[in-house]
């Protein structure tokens, strides 16, 4: 039997009424109640009525997701996981495909009171843009990196970089490789700091600017020949990740036995990859329901200083496949 607004009230311990402002976005109610009762809602996955809000409130109840390239497996799931989320509460999406045009995402940010009650932005966005935004305006920045001028939302880069250290350390891998840039911004290379702290020093050359299966495979060609030597490969997505390991199975070397490979995604394709890839997952829902939470206190005016919120736990899923044996 589907859940009603009156058991969303009785596991928040609130009133109808209470969960109505919640729903509404309307202003003046506590900050914690607004997390028990979106607490309940999830619990319950109870999904409000879209129509009967908009009736009320005057407002499209239709946000617009902007995401800089569908093509890329990450950024769909990580656009599904934000357009599940905000239907979870009632609202409608309105997915927008950018293409890495400036034109596209200023046409998306103009909407706003017109067309969307608020934007999310996945993705790269021009600097300028997001610059000439105002701090209150309902604009929440995905997987973007860091910004004064509205919230965003991103994975732990730094927590998944020292979780690959510290399983290379017990694997016994002393001569890893970076292939993509580490998921951290503006110079701040977690990864590279992460291995300097367990002791390993990433095997040269470092390839940078990479973004799908073939730059990955190329990428693991470029490090085997220069560096032989190489015994792990720390890729920034599964993407690049599937692309190195297809080119290591066709060079003749053994995966995990001569090269270690770890990913950072958790695409479904590591795991039915042969063998099956070890990756990081950053927790795609975990960032959309965030995303989702800065943007409704905003609709609802309750949002204060800009929020950056750095998603954590991230976890390591391991297969033995490609790390090797030696995890416990």
């Known amino acids: 039997m589907a859940a009603t607004m009156r058991d969303v009230a009785a596991l928040a311990g609130v009133s109808l009424k209470t969960v109505s402002r919640v729903v509404n976005l309307e202003p003046h109610t506590r900050?914690?109640?607004?997390?028990?009762?979106?607490?309940?809602?999830?619990?319950?996955e109870w999904v409000p009525n879209g129509s009967a809000r908009t009736l009320r409130t005057g407002r499209t109840g239709v946000i617009g997701v902007g995401v800089s390239e569908l093509r890329?497996?990450?950024?769909?799931?990580l656009t599904e996981a934000v357009v599940s989320e905000l239907y979870r509460r009632g609202l409608q999406a309105a997915v927008e495909p950018t293409h890495h045009r400036e034109d596209r995402i200023a046409a998306l940010l103009d909407s706003?009171?017109?067309?969307?009650?608020?934007?999310?932005?996945?993705?790269?966005a021009p600097a300028h843009l997001i610059d000439a935004l105002r701090p209150t305006d309902a604009v929440v920045a995905v997987h973007h990196g860091p910004t004064d001028r509205v919230d965003s939302v991103d994975a732990d880069a730094v927590e998944a970089a020292s979780l690959v250290a510290r399983h290379l350390v017990v694997?016994?891998?002393?001569?890893?490789?970076?292939?993509g840039m580490d998921r951290t911004r503006h110079g701040n290379h977690a990864m590279t700091a992460a291995l300097a702290a367990a002791g390993i020093a990433p095997a040269v050359p470092r390839v940078d600017h990479v973004e799908g299966r073939a730059d990955g495979a190329r990428a693991a060609r470029e490090i085997l020949d220069q560096e032989p030597d190489t015994d792990a490969l720390l890729c920034g997505s599964d993407e690049l990740a599937l692309g190195a390991l297809a080119e290591l199975v066709r060079s003749g070397k053994a995966v995990p036995d001569?090269?270690?490979?770890?990913?950072?995604?958790?695409?479904?394709?590591?795991?039915?990859?042969?063998?099956s890839l070890t990756t990081v997952d950053p927790g795609a829902a975990r960032l959309a329901r965030s995303a989702v939470d800065l943007l409704a206190d905003r609709l609802a005016g309750t949002g204060g200083?800009?929020?950056?919120?750095?998603?954590?736990?991230?976890?390591?899923?391991?297969?033995?496949?490609?790390?090797?044996?030696?995890?416990?």
């Open 31 to 44: 900050p914690e109640v607004v997390r028990r009762v979106r607490a309940a809602i999830a619990e319950l």
């Open 171 to 179: 694997m016994g891998r002393s001569r890893p490789a970076l292939i």
């Open 258 to 275: 001569d090269v270690a490979i770890v990913g950072h995604d958790n695409l479904d394709d590591a795991l039915f990859s042969t063998p």
């Open 305 to 328: 200083d800009v929020a950056r919120r750095i998603i954590s736990p991230v976890e390591l899923v391991r297969r033995e496949s490609t790390l090797g044996t030696g995890l416990q």
């Open 72 to 77: 890329r497996p990450y950024l769909s799931m």
């Open 112 to 124: 706003r009171g017109r067309v969307f009650d608020g934007v999310v932005l996945i993705g790269d």
